[in-house]
Each structure stands twice: as structure tokens, then as C-alpha cells.
């Protein structure tokens, strides 16, 4: 085999550093300033400011998905850039990337010339949301039922004293945050916690009907009933009981939603949405 000197342009390994020797020519590659260091402080104070904008379009959506699907912005309430911007203080572009975001989770409807208003309710989604979940969660509880150790039955335990102490207390919103960390507690036992995020992301519609019935004591104490059934069924390993427990469970939305719709109708969508709310020369909606 001939020798690197009888191949122009490679360098011979005295070229090298010293464990150049040992590790070959091929194998060494010279050290490297990150991309980093090479753009220079212009391109450096460029990549902080969208690095910054980034981070304030998400809290920006994080915030106001809150707010969504817990009702403290009522369907078709408008969402001004301008005050979005003074309220956030930040720029109109965080803004706008954060009502893009919520647009495309159904949350927000974005009418051209108009402006962006807060959606109604759309049953469609909230069925959707209702498949995701069905499809995504029971499948894991099967896997839950199997793995399921000591210390992770300890925590299932835990998660619903403190939601019965929520109920006792009616602390609807804590109530509402141990709801999901079990459901997300059990996704983790079988080994799918990242899983969960997704589920968050598709039930957002479904999550809006949920904040409006856990507000009735009666609707509370059904779903720790429920939880109660779920959590004994994966304590004992039964795979299939835990399943359709689960499955019972997930589809109390549907019962849910018919009497939502008698008592608040105007959360939901009518055929009337299709074209943007009308606003008063305040900004209000009229």
C-alpha cells in the first residue's frame, strides 16, 4: 500500500500533533472554534435577540392558552396586538408568533383585516381531542397495569389524596392540575412519559370543557370515583380492567358536553363563527 507521500496534499503525520501518531492522520481533526465564536459579535447579538424573542412568544403562549382553556378569556374576546404588546412588553412579533401558535392548536381564530379573537368551542375538536386521548392514554395504562412497582403505586396513592383534598377544599384549579398529573403519572409507569406532551397539545378543546364541568361539586366527585376505579384496577394489574375503566372515564366528556352546550352556549361554535365578531369602536366585541 503506498505511503502518504505518494498522495499529494495529505499531510504526512509530523504535520500532526504528537497522538496524532497513534490515532492516524485520517482520525485527527484539528480543533475547531464553535459556530459560536467564528459570526463575530453582530451575528452573536442577532441569534440572543431571536433566542429572546423565542422565549417571549412562549411565555407569551403559555399565558394566554391559560387563560383560553381556563375561561378567564371568554370565546371571541378580541386580542389586540397592540395591547398584547403593552401588557407583555414585548415587540408585535413575539405577539404574533404567540397567535399563531394557539391558532393552529384551535384556539385562537385569526380573521385577515379583522384581527384575532379568542375560538368558541368546537365540538369536533373536543371529539377529536377525545380520540387522541383514548387511543394514546388507553394503550399506555395497559403497559402501566404491567410495570407498575412499589414506589410508582406510592405516587398514584399520593396524586389522589391531594385531588380529594382539592375537592374538599374546592380548589378547582389544583383539582384540575392532580387530574392531569395522574394521567400523566401513569403514562410515565409505562414508559412513555414524552407521550404525554403530545396529549397535552391535542386536548387543549377538550381541556376548555373540562374547566367548565370540574367547577360542579357533583362532577368532581365523579371523577374521583373514577380515579379511584382506574388507579385500584393498576394497583392489582389488571391490564383489561384498567382499560375500560380508563376508557369509561375519558368518555364522560361526551356526556359532559350536552349539558355544557344547554347551560353555556355561548362558549360554542355556531354557524354564525364563521365570519369574525363584530367590534364596538372601543375594541370590544358587540
Given at each position: 500500500?503506498?505511503g502518504?507521500?505518494a498522495?499529494p496534499?495529505?499531510?504526512?503525520?509530523s504535520?500532526?500533533?504528537?497522538?496524532?501518531?497513534?490515532?492516524?492522520?485520517?482520525?485527527?481533526r484539528?480543533?475547531?472554534?464553535?459556530?459560536?465564536?467564528?459570526?463575530?459579535p453582530?451575528?452573536?447579538?442577532?441569534?440572543?435577540?431571536?433566542?429572546?424573542?423565542?422565549?417571549?412568544?412562549?411565555?407569551?403562549?403559555?399565558?394566554?392558552?391559560q387563560?383560553i382553556?381556563?375561561?378567564?378569556?371568554a370565546p371571541?374576546?378580541p386580542?389586540?396586538?397592540?395591547?398584547?404588546?403593552?401588557?407583555?412588553g414585548?415587540?408585535?412579533?413575539?405577539?404574533r408568533?404567540?397567535?399563531?401558535k394557539?391558532?393552529e392548536?384551535?384556539?385562537?381564530?385569526?380573521?385577515?383585516?379583522?384581527?384575532?379573537?379568542?375560538?368558541?368551542?368546537?365540538?369536533?375538536d373536543?371529539?377529536?381531542a377525545?380520540?387522541?386521548?383514548?387511543?394514546?392514554e388507553c394503550?399506555?395504562?395497559?403497559?402501566?397495569?404491567e410495570?407498575?412497582?412499589a414506589?410508582?403505586?406510592r405516587?398514584?396513592?399520593?396524586?389522589?389524596?391531594?385531588?380529594?383534598a382539592?375537592?374538599?377544599v374546592?380548589?378547582?384549579?389544583?383539582?384540575?392540575?392532580?387530574?392531569?398529573?395522574?394521567?400523566?403519572?401513569?403514562?410515565?409507569?409505562?414508559?412513555?412519559?414524552?407521550v404525554?406532551?403530545?396529549v397535552?397539545?391535542?386536548?387543549?378543546?377538550?381541556?376548555?370543557?373540562?374547566?367548565?364541568t370540574?367547577?360542579?361539586?357533583?362532577?368532581?366527585?365523579a371523577?374521583?370515583?373514577?380515579h379511584?376505579?382506574?388507579?385500584?384496577?393498576?394497583?392489582?394489574?389488571?391490564?383489561?380492567?384498567?382499560?375500560?375503566?380508563?376508557?369509561?372515564?375519558?368518555?364522560?366528556?361526551?356526556?359532559?358536553?350536552?349539558?355544557?352546550?344547554?347551560?353555556?352556549?355561548?362558549?360554542?361554535?355556531?354557524?354564525?363563527?364563521v365570519?369574525?365578531?363584530q367590534?364596538?369602536?372601543?375594541?370590544?366585541?358587540?
Amino acid at each position: 500500500m503506498p505511503g502518504a507521500a505518494a498522495f499529494p496534499g495529505f499531510a504526512q503525520p509530523s504535520a500532526f500533533p504528537q497522538h496524532a501518531a497513534a490515532t492516524g492522520p485520517a482520525l485527527y481533526r484539528p480543533h475547531r472554534l464553535s459556530l459560536w465564536h467564528r459570526q463575530g459579535p453582530h451575528r452573536q447579538d442577532r441569534r440572543m435577540s431571536h433566542i429572546r424573542a423565542q422565549t417571549a412568544a412562549m411565555q407569551v403562549h403559555d399565558q394566554l392558552r391559560q387563560e383560553i382553556v381556563t375561561a378567564q378569556l371568554a370565546p371571541r374576546s378580541p386580542l389586540s396586538e397592540q395591547e398584547l404588546t403593552a401588557r407583555f412588553g414585548v415587540s408585535r412579533t413575539p405577539i404574533r408568533e404567540a397567535l399563531l401558535k394557539l391558532a393552529e392548536e384551535g384556539l385562537v381564530d385569526i380573521y385577515p383585516q379583522h384581527g384575532s379573537f379568542v375560538s368558541p368551542i368546537r365540538l369536533t375538536d373536543v371529539y377529536d381531542a377525545q380520540f387522541v386521548r383514548e387511543s394514546l392514554e388507553c394503550s399506555a395504562i395497559s403497559l402501566a397495569a404491567e410495570k407498575i412497582d412499589a414506589e410508582q403505586s406510592r405516587q398514584l396513592r399520593a396524586v389522589l389524596d391531594r385531588q380529594s383534598a382539592f375537592h374538599k377544599v374546592e380548589d378547582n384549579d389544583r383539582f384540575f392540575d392532580a387530574d392531569e398529573e395522574m394521567h400523566a403519572t401513569l403514562m410515565a409507569i409505562a414508559g412513555h412519559a414524552q407521550v404525554w406532551r403530545q396529549v397535552q397539545s391535542a386536548k387543549a378543546q377538550m381541556d376548555r370543557v373540562r374547566h367548565l364541568t370540574v367547577r360542579r361539586p357533583l362532577k368532581r366527585n365523579a371523577v374521583l370515583t373514577e380515579h379511584q376505579a382506574i388507579i385500584d384496577r393498576v394497583l392489582n394489574r389488571d391490564a383489561p380492567g384498567a382499560v375500560e375503566a380508563l376508557r369509561t372515564h375519558l368518555r364522560g366528556v361526551f356526556q359532559s358536553v350536552q349539558v355544557l352546550v344547554a347551560e353555556n352556549e355561548s362558549y360554542f361554535a355556531t354557524e354564525s363563527d364563521v365570519t369574525p365578531p363584530q367590534r364596538s369602536r372601543s375594541g370590544a366585541r358587540r
